[in-house]
């Protein structure tokens, strides 16, 4: 997919980079990746990926902006208030990159629909605030055979990690699923959320960057994915830690038993 001759200047510290350049600038322009979350995560996210050139960013969200976002959610603005978070974020989009075309889908995606929406995407971000969502996401992942980027907060520590369970690793053996790392979700209640435990504002900018690194790189094609690898940061001390994680035969969407 050719560049325009703005897209050349805008681009240009992407394009003399080796791991990037012509090729890997065309690749990301020809991309369409889906966000789950205009939030603490996704804000960042989105426009970082707006930024490098993604050519197709649909953003998946159903709340509307409102006062206490805005500690975190730094897509969004005061005049944004009350506003759809997908069309605030499409707005801060177009300010940024008029090269890159925002879908944005204003409802909760569900296990009913998320196989249907995500096949129209080639690779999805997930940075959802729930359980039942990213359980939803991941499994439709592996359903539509979608890579997934997907990643969590907790009030000063974040985790980051790629699923691409549709393929296999070394050996043949099957990559891990999200249901490998974390087989079933918590009690309900167990895990307090952001509104009651509090989230420190700019780890949420620290992870969503992370994330968009993350994406990039898939879409490029360069360096190692974090997949089989739990990335945890650690804000209060500044520590990035990394926790091996494997295919697990007894999980239901690849495992041995598994039709």
Same mark, same amino acid.
């Given at each position: 997919m050719a560049l325009a001759p703005e897209e050349i200047e805008r681009y240009a510290r992407h394009l003399v980079l080796a791991e990037v350049g012509g090729p890997g600038q065309a690749r990301l322009k020809a991309a369409r990746v889906m966000v789950v979350g205009a939030g603490g995560l996704g804000a960042p996210l989105i426009q970082y990926l707006a930024a490098a050139g993604i050519g197709t960013i649909g953003i998946v969200d159903d709340d509307t902006v409102s006062l206490s976002n805005l500690q975190r959610q730094v897509i969004h603005g005061t005049p944004d208030l009350g506003r759809p978070k997908v069309e605030s974020a499409a707005d801060a989009v177009a300010r940024l990159n008029p090269h890159v075309t925002v879908v944005p889908h204003p409802f909760r995606i569900t296990p009913d629909n998320a196989v249907d929406l995500i096949a129209g995407y080639d690779l999805v971000a997930d #940075?959802?605030?729930?359980?039942?969502? @990213?359980?939803?996401?991941?499994?439709?992942?592996? *359903?539509? %055979? %979608?890579?997934?980027?997907?990643?969590?907060?907790? @009030? $000063?520590?974040?985790?980051?990690?790629?699923? @691409?369970? *549709?393929?296999?690793?070394?050996?043949?053996?099957?990559?891990?699923?999200? @249901?490998?790392? $974390?087989?079933?979700?918590?009690?309900?209640?167990?895990?307090?959320?952001?509104?009651?435990?509090?989230?420190?504002?700019?780890?949420?900018?620290?992870? #969503?960057?992370?994330?968009?690194? /993350?994406?990039? %790189?898939?879409?490029? /094609?360069f360096g190692e994915p974090l997949v089989g690898r739990l990335l945890m940061v650690d804000a209060r001390s500044m520590r990035f830690e990394t926790l091996s994680y494997g295919w697990d035969p007894d999980n239901p969407l690849n495992g041995a038993s598994a039709e």
């Open positions: #940075g959802s605030d729930n359980f039942a969502t @990213r359980y939803a996401v991941s499994d439709a992942c592996f *359903h539509a %055979r %979608r890579p997934l980027v997907t990643a969590a907060l907790g @009030r $000063f520590d974040g985790t980051l990690t790629t699923i @691409r369970a *549709h393929e296999t690793g070394p050996g043949s053996t099957p990559n891990p699923t999200y @249901r490998c790392l $974390f087989p079933n979700p918590p009690p309900p209640g167990s895990v307090p959320a952001c509104a009651e435990a509090g989230v420190l504002g700019a780890l949420a900018g620290v992870m #969503g960057s992370l994330m968009a690194m /993350e994406v990039i %790189r898939a879409v490029a /094609e």
